[in-house]
């Protein structure tokens, strides 16, 4: 019977909340970004069914001042862990105080909307320049864009209703309880299947939800619904973009998206299809500038773009073996995205905008694939590995990039467990579980490997390794560039040699160990070793850097 109001002025909008008996009502605005130390302001109202009693918090930093015609209102508003001022007020009093609030906020909303600085449009990326075409050198390179800095929050709320709403006409409960005559308890999915776009997506739960989307994805009018939908929501937030700045208009007239390092874009997340299926509103996608060294000045000008006819090639590693960071350095010689066999957000969400489109599109240089190391192909028999290792799909030619398997079980674990950049805990690296997942990775990564030189010609593939591109970054890069058949920019080397950390690193420091490996378990790892050692003799690549392998040599005792 009590309704709460919290208005709250964050880095990039203010929420003003009214609260009128059991009438809730709250109205989201642009903001201006505040520092850090501001980001705690807030406004929080209590009345009771009729308003006779009334509670005004108004929290600046770290002091909260409250207005109230309630004696008891210090009890409740303990949860606000602050210091605490009351000041004891009349029920007139406190409702002229929400009209000059009222006021107030007219004035905020009315200041909010002046029109602000963007980037003008004579500083507008070419989104040909800074593209470099098989063995075609092309002069110059697109100036840096410099754009406003401010990120406003991005709410999709009025539109994901829409979709709710839709989803409850066209399914008759997905993601509801359904009376059931039994009293079995309704099985939940743990991880419930996405329909959706820009964020997120529809969640459906229960095989009766799926087999209902499934069936209304045949309609064309519901299709046509969920389409218009994601027009919407990716609209809101190109206006977002533009209000920016981070759409700049070209002298012709066309329009780029201009994306930084430190301020990347939300690329839509169902893109991963046939170009020729692209509405014109989707194309306007590939328009997509990203620059991914702006605050060096020596190297801000370069910039990578989406290509066109570019060779379908692969880049196949094992699992945490470096390929998203070899990925960063090619985008960086080359000036081109790389592809990738799979659609993963937190990719996209860093500036790889080529994990985000179909990897035969000849738009990217490159596409990322760890064969049948994970997904549907870690399951099948070994003989019917070879098929999930996407060799077809990149025309059996490909970057092979190798690392220490000590090194890449340990990041294939940290992945399972903490992600691209989060840790395993201590405790599973221990015990029967790591036994087995290291016995089991340390025969699929010989096995990945050997299937890609066993079914290729020498000249269809490049093997890398991990060691030696940190150790000799430029003639490692060089080779890249030779394989790929680009002629090179002397520039993008040395800034790609100046920046040869991406943004995705974990913090191994925070590690309470340094080798978690038995003697048994160091011996099945050495022995995969040289069985890979031996296959690469075979085929006339460059051997193993053993010499750098860390736990190679090492004899421990547990």
């Known amino acids: 019977r009590t309704c709460v109001c919290v208005c709250v002025c964050g880095s990039a909008c203010v929420y003003v909340c009214v609260c009128v008996g059991h009438l809730f009502l709250c109205l989201e605005l642009p903001g201006p970004s505040v520092q850090a130390a501001d980001i705690r302001r807030c406004v929080y109202i ?85 593209r470099r075409s098989l063995k075609e050198d092309v002069e110059g390179e697109p100036p840096f864009v410099e754009v406003a800095r401010a990120e406003p929050r991005i709410g999709f709320s009025t539109l994901d209703k ?42 459906l739960r229960g095989s009766a939800g ?4 499934k069936a209304s994805l045949k309609d064309p009018s519901f299709v046509k619904k969920i389409r218009d939908l994601e027009d919407k929501r990716q609209d809101l937030y190109v206006s977002i973009l533009k209000k920016r700045g981070q759409i700049v ?47 060096d000045p020596s190297c801000q000008r370069y910039s990578v773009n989406f290509g066109h006819d570019l060779p379908v090639v692969g880049l196949a590693s094992y699992p945490s073996s470096g390929n998203t960071w070899v990925r960063y350095l090619i985008e960086g010689i080359t000036g081109y ?21 179909p990897a035969d599109s000849g738009m990217v240089l490159t596409v990322k694939t760890h064969g049948f190391t994970t997904e549907a192909g870690s399951h099948v028999p070994r003989e019917e590995q070879h098929k999930y290792n996407h060799q077809e799909e990149v025309n059996n030619t490909a970057i092979i990039l190798i690392r220490n398997p000590f090194d890449a079980i340990l990041g294939h674990r940290h992945l399972d467990q903490g992600g691209h950049i989060g840790l395993a805990r201590p405790e599973q690296f221990q015990g029967e579980g790591w036994d087995e ?5 340390a025969s699929t990564w010989v096995n990945f490997y050997s299937d890609w030189l066993d079914s290729t010609k020498p000249n269809q593939t490049l093997v890398i390794h991990y060691e030696n591109i940190k150790i000799n970054m430029r003639h490692s890069l060089r080779r890249i560039l030779d394989f790929l058949n680009l002629e090179e920019d002397e520039g993008r080397l040395r ?62 005792t547990r």
């Open 46 to 130: 209590q009345c009771d069914s009729c308003c006779s009693v009334i509670s005004i918090a108004c929290a600046y930093r770290d002091h909260v001042i409250c207005l109230t015609n309630d004696d008891a209102a210090s009890s409740k508003m303990t949860f606000v862990k602050k210091n605490i001022s009351f000041v004891s007020c009349s029920l007139s009093k406190i409702l002229f105080g929400l009209l000059v609030c009222s006021a107030l906020v007219l004035a905020i909303r009315h200041f909010l909307h002046q029109p602000t600085a963007t980037a003008t449009t004579a500083e507008a990326a070419d989104n040909s320049h800074g």
């Open 249 to 295: 208009k070209d002298a012709d007239g066309s329009e780029t998206i201009v994306s930084y390092a430190q301020v990347p874009v939300r690329f839509p997340n169902n893109l991963k299809r046939s170009i020729s299926d692209w509405s014109d509103r989707e194309k306007f996608w590939l328009n997509i500038t990203h620059f991914p060294w702006p605050l």
């Open 495 to 556: 800034c790609a040699v100046s920046h040869p950390t991406g943004l995705f690193k974990r913090d191994h420091k925070k590690t309470t160990f340094d080798n978690p490996f038995t003697p048994a378990q160091t011996e099945i790892i050495r022995i995969s070793i040289n069985k890979l050692n031996n296959k690469l003799k075979e085929h006339r690549k460059e051997t193993l850097p053993t010499h750098l392998y860390k736990h190679f040599d090492s004899i421990q």
């Open 210 to 213: 799926l087999s209902n989307i």
């Open 437 to 441: 997942f290291v016995r089991i990775k």
């Open 337 to 357: 995205y790389t592809g990738s066999m799979y659609n993963d957000l937190s990719l996209r969400k860093t500036g790889f905008y080529g994990e985000g489109i």
């Open 162 to 203: 829409l979709l709710a709403e839709q989803r409850k006409l066209r399914n008759h409960s997905p993601g509801f309880p359904i009376k059931q005559k039994s009293a079995e308890p309704l099985i939940k999915e743990e991880n419930p299947p996405i329909v959706g776009g820009l964020s997120g997506g529809i969640h």
